[in-house]
């Protein structure tokens, strides 16, 4: 089975700085996606970064960018000139590519405070 | 379109009762998702439909829980007879086949059982 390994539960950065949160996953799969969700409270989690195994490039989108490095199964999100809106749990999650399986694993989370 | 919508926000409920939530997921959307997320805890995964089918369960759910999605529009979780270990947030999520499968999760229904 897979899983997902948060192994920051909290982290903080101050605002205009930036930060990494970790994730590693275990699975004997070599095609798969990974996601880094936001869920900010009391509001709907949504999709930040997703990555395909099968690309080596590390995805970005504007200020949120990843390091993937598959054959140590991990997963960072790097958040530059962080924002008092990026305040929020992260959730790093997992789904296998293979067909009729749309799961996603999720990790514990980590929740990421941002001070003025 | 307002996004995947969750009924109710919130829900308490004494210990033996049965309870439905519903989800409205975004309109051309084909594939729903039902998810549990306990305190501390990433959301879980319950079940999946693809239209109105329901294509994969989970052990999570177990027989006090049953969905369906008629007509492939919204979706129902009714869990019978409601105990303690079910409190949890509910979430729905819902994604278009073809557009990168990207699923977009509703606000949830927080479910108290007391």
């Known amino acids: 089975a897979q899983t997902v390994t948060q192994s920051q539960p909290e982290m903080s950065v101050q605002e205009a700085e930036t930060v990494t949160l970790s994730c590693t996953y275990d699975?004997?799969?070599?095609?798969?996606?990974l996601f880094w969700y936001k869920q900010p409270p009391s509001r709907q989690m949504i999709l930040v970064i997703r990555q395909e195994a099968y690309k080596q490039q590390n995805a970005t989108e504007n200020r949120f960018s990843v390091n993937f490095q598959k054959a140590a199964k991990s997963f960072s999100l790097k958040i530059s000139d962080s924002q008092l809106g990026d305040a929020a749990m992260y959730f790093c999650?997992?789904?296998?590519?293979?067909?009729?399986?749309?799961?996603?694993?999720f990790g514990k989370g980590t929740k990421l405070s941002v001070i003025p | 379109d307002t996004g995947v919508s969750q009924d109710p926000r919130h829900k308490i409920t004494k210990r033996g009762q049965n309870v439905t939530f519903r989800c409205d997921p975004i309109s051309e959307h084909n594939r729903l998702y039902w998810y549990r997320q306990t305190l501390g805890q990433g959301p879980e995964f319950l079940t999946y439909f693809q239209n109105e089918a329901q294509l994969e369960k989970s052990r999570l759910l177990s027989d006090r829980f049953s969905a369906e999605r008629p007509k492939g529009s919204f979706s129902t979780l009714e869990i019978q007879r409601t105990e303690q270990g079910d409190s949890a947030m509910y979430l729905c999520?819902?994604?278009?086949?073809?557009?990168?499968?990207?699923?977009?999760f509703g606000q949830g229904t927080r479910l108290t059982v007391v």
């Open positions: 699975t004997s799969e070599s095609d798969y996606y």
């Open positions: 999650a997992y789904r296998w590519t293979g067909a009729g399986s749309y799961q996603l694993t």
């Open positions: 999520a819902s994604s278009l086949v073809f557009d990168r499968d990207e699923a977009f």
